[in-house]
C-alpha cells in the first residue's frame, strides 16, 4: 500500500507562484501514474495534471500553461510548479496513484490519495 503526503500549500497573492511536493512511501510508486486533482469549497474534484512513470504529461483546460507537473522516482516525489496563481485556483489539492495508468482525468481511476494541503489565492 502506497501512502502519500503532500506539502508545500499556503497563502499566495494573486500573480503569485507555489510548488506543491507529493512524498510516496511503500508499493508501487515508481511504477504508477500519478496525478493532481483540486476540490473548491463546494465543488467537485477536477482534475489538474498527471504524469506518467518515464514523464509523458497530461493537463487540465484550466492550468495548461501554468501548471507543470514532474517527478522525481529516486526521492519518490511528486511536484506541481503553479505560476500565475488565480483567485480561482483556491482548492485543496490532492496527489493519486493511477496504478492501471488509464484515465487520468477520472478522479475513479486512482487507486490511492493522499490527505490533501490547501492552497489559498487571495490579496
Known amino acids: 500500500q502506497v501512502h502519500l503526503a503532500e506539502s508545500g500549500g499556503g497563502l499566495v497573492q494573486p500573480g503569485g507562484a507555489l510548488r506543491l511536493s507529493c512524498v510516496g512511501s511503500g508499493g508501487t510508486f515508481n511504477r504508477d501514474a500519478m496525478g493532481w486533482f483540486r476540490q473548491p469549497p463546494g465543488k467537485e474534484r477536477e482534475f489538474i495534471a498527471a504524469?506518467?512513470?518515464?514523464?509523458?504529461?497530461w493537463y487540465g483546460d484550466s492550468v495548461k500553461g501554468r501548471f507543470t507537473v514532474s517527478r522525481d522516482n529516486i526521492r519518490n516525489t511528486v511536484y506541481l510548479q503553479m505560476t500565475s496563481l488565480k483567485p480561482e485556483d483556491t482548492a485543496v489539492y490532492y496527489c493519486a496513484g493511477n496504478s492501471g495508468s488509464v484515465g487520468y482525468d477520472v478522479a475513479r481511476n486512482y487507486d490511492y490519495w493522499g490527505q490533501g494541503t490547501q492552497v489559498t489565492v487571495s490579496s
Open positions: 504524469i506518467e512513470r518515464f514523464g509523458d504529461t
